[in-house]
């Protein structure tokens, strides 16, 4: 079974590169019949693309301390081992889901984890290249959240396995070519649900944090549905489809509000509370 979770991996990124090709060419497509602004859009969908150059340098790491954390971490510290069932795997995925939710919401409620996630916020276009589009920090923040999986039991692999299928699932919502879906945007993450989460719109803001299920966001408040189309991208006035400038949009910012704090107080508020938190005077 731990044998078959290592290609089924592996399968799974293959299945996502697939979808995000054949949705992203009619994507490039309908905007050059459409002539809907397709050079702007071409750019922002290089940009886009582009933020795979730092993620995947830094994955060449993140990757292997986090496959040495995991397996030491199952091996001598975790107290019962899960059986590897298909049982298991489903609650695995469920668990995966649910920690996917948390590792989500925070990402946009702690400036220091935003200043990664804002990266694949700051597309002002929503197509399928938004999929891709990662900060450089995600992954070991993705990876200390969900180690908990493995104190309870998961095997690694299967811990692994849970954790990209949540993350492939979402390749194909990251689109306009597809609209509502009735019933299945109530219980499921789709297009229109995640057109929300990506939308600047007052009402959008923080709302579908979400991987393959709705249920969380239902559970803790913060589903909303889709009622007009989403204005892209954050909430800040941020335009730009320089390479540099979207992996680093945020850190500019926080790297002036540090340098001016006063106590250590600021500097922690700065770094740990919500983006755009500011001392009281």
Not at 5 to 16: N, P, Q, V
């Given at each position: 079974m731990?044998e078959?979770?290592?290609?089924w991996?592996?399968r799974m990124?293959?299945l996502?590169?697939?979808v995000?090709?054949a ?9 050059l019949i459409?002539r809907h602004?397709?050079?702007?859009r071409?750019?922002e969908?290089?940009a886009?693309?582009?933020t795979?150059?730092p993620y995947?340098?830094?994955e060449?790491?993140?990757t292997?301390a986090?496959v040495?954390?995991?397996f030491t971490?199952y091996e001598f510290v975790?107290?019962?081992?899960i059986p590897?069932?298909v049982g298991t795997?489903?609650l ?9 939710y948390?590792?989500?919401r925070?990402?946009h409620?702690i400036?220091l984890l935003?200043i ?8 002002r276009?929503?197509?399928t290249?938004?999929?891709f ?5 995600e ?6 959240i ?6 309870i039991g998961f ?7 849970a954790?990209?299928a ?6 194909w ?6 609209g509502?879906?009735g019933v299945?945007?109530?219980v ?9 989460h990506?939308?600047?719109d007052?009402?959008?803001?923080d709302?579908?944090y979400?991987g393959i299920l709705?249920?969380w966001?239902r559970?803790f408040?913060?589903?909303?549905a889709e ?5 892209y991208?954050?909430?800040?006035d941020?335009?730009?489809?320089n ?6 949009s ?6 002036r509000?540090?340098a001016?704090?006063?106590?250590f107080?600021e ?5 740990f509370k919500r983006p755009?938190?500011r001392?009281?005077s």
């Amino acid at each position: 079974m731990l044998e078959m979770m290592e290609a089924w991996i592996l399968r799974m990124d293959s299945l996502s590169l697939l979808v995000a090709v054949a949705l992203l060419s009619v994507e490039t497509v309908k905007d050059l019949i459409l002539r809907h602004q397709p050079g702007k859009r071409f750019l922002e969908t290089l940009a886009s693309l582009s933020t795979q150059i730092p993620y995947i340098l830094g994955e060449l790491f993140f990757t292997t301390a986090t496959v040495i954390v995991y397996f030491t971490v199952y091996e001598f510290v975790t107290p019962l081992a899960i059986p590897v069932t298909v049982g298991t795997l489903v609650l695995a995925l469920i668990a995966a889901d649910f920690v996917y939710y948390w590792e989500h919401r925070l990402a946009h409620q702690i400036r220091l984890l935003w200043i990664s996630h804002a990266v694949h916020h700051s597309a002002r276009v929503m197509n399928t290249a938004v999929a891709f589009r990662f900060g450089f920090f995600e992954s070991p923040w993705a990876a200390l959240i969900h180690l908990p999986l493995i104190l309870i039991g998961f095997h690694p692999l299967v811990v692994f396995a849970a954790q990209v299928a949540v993350l492939v699932y979402q390749t194909w919502i990251h689109t306009e070519l597809i609209g509502k879906l009735g019933v299945f945007d109530k219980v499921f993450n789709s297009p229109a649900n995640h057109r929300v989460h990506h939308g600047c719109d007052a009402k959008y803001l923080d709302r579908n944090y979400g991987g393959i299920l709705m249920l969380w966001d239902r559970l803790f408040g913060t589903y909303q549905a889709e009622e007009e189309t989403p204005r892209y991208g954050l909430a800040r006035d941020f335009d730009s489809v320089n390479p540099l400038k979207v992996w680093f949009s945020e850190y500019p910012a926080l790297l002036r509000d540090l340098a001016a704090a006063r106590s250590f107080a600021e500097v922690r508020g700065y770094l740990f509370k919500r983006p755009g938190w500011r001392p009281s005077s």
